[in-house]
């Protein structure tokens, strides 16, 4: 069977509504479908790429072949896993990990996006927690961390209420325009004080070397 080849194809992370998991080709379908259909106010851009300053046909075809090239390019000292988030069986959005050289720096960064009719219901909390929980308590991470531009309130409120630490700002040119990044970070012994989120993990145990992190 494939998943005895890529075994990130059998993990899956749960939580009380959502289940995050690699797609299936309908359902990676369906993804790039949501993602055509809005993600944010077209006045501002929370992305530090402009990928959704595309025509929708674009755009749909960008998350494709992104989700594609990132499990292609798999390496231990780099990776990034894009996990589709459903709630009762519905695509709603996509949760990212991601790290460099994790055996050492024992690092990962978060990254995410919902469709705009998913929005404002507390998921992208949720969906946040439950990559922290693979990441800290699966893989032994010792420090997660993330970042918003000044005007995306959503991200940075989902980062406080999980538990992370300013770490500072930066400097980015977005659609040809200064805008002020912040850098946030959290540790794994601030994520055990902070986490509130019952997350379960299945299928990690043949994955762990993929990420570095075999035991």
């Known amino acids: 069977m494939l998943v005895d080849h890529f075994p990130l194809l059998g993990l899956r992370l749960r939580t ?28 501002v851009m929370p992305f530090a790429a402009a990928w959704t300053d595309q025509p929708p ?3 749909a075809r960008g998350v494709v072949q992104h989700h594609w090239a990132q499990l292609g390019a798999w390496a231990p000292d780099k990776w990034e896993l894009n996990l589709v988030v459903f709630r009762d069986g519905v695509v709603v959005g996509q949760q990212s990990v991601g790290a460099r050289d994790f055996s050492i720096a024992r690092e990962v960064h978060t990254g995410s996006w919902l469709g705009k009719r998913f929005q404002g219901e507390g ?7 439950a990559v922290l929980h693979l990441a800290f308590d699966g893989l032994g991470a010792a420090e997660a961390a993330s970042s918003a531009f000044v005007d995306n309130a959503a991200s940075l409120a989902v980062s406080r209420k999980l538990g992370y630490q300013e ?13 002020i990044e912040h850098r946030l970070r959290i540790t794994e012994r601030a994520w055990r ?12 145990a043949p994955c762990l070397p993929m990420f570095g992190a075999a035991s």
């Open 16 to 43: 009380p509504r959502l289940e995050l998991r690699l797609p299936a080709p309908e359902e990676l379908a369906a993804l790039a479908e949501l993602a055509a259909a809005g993600i944010h106010d077209p006045a």
């Open 57 to 59: 046909a674009d755009i």
């Open 123 to 129: 998921i992208g909390t949720e969906m946040r927690a």
């Open 167 to 179: 770490d500072g700002t930066s400097r980015q040119v977005i659609r040809g325009a200064l805008a």
């Open 193 to 204: 004080s902070h986490r509130a989120t019952e997350v379960t993990v299945h299928g990690l």
